[in-house]
């Protein structure tokens, strides 16, 4: 018993939980999420829309 070597078990769980959570994250942003991109794309295209219908108005 000369490499005997201890183990914090403390670690060890907040380690896996720590894993189990990203996992969980991932998993969620990867259903819910959309990156910055596309946020702003879509706000371009937004802004763009409203463009276009603003100068279609007709000024009495």
Do not use: P
């Amino acid at each position: 018993m000369t490499d005997a070597t201890t183990i914090n078990l403390n670690k060890v769980r907040k380690a896996r939980d720590r894993t189990q959570d990203k996992a969980q994250a991932d998993a969620n942003a990867a259903k819910f999420g959309r990156s910055k991109a596309e946020r702003l794309l879509d706000a371009a295209r937004v802004d763009k829309a409203k463009t276009a219908l603003d100068q279609g108005k007709f000024e009495e």
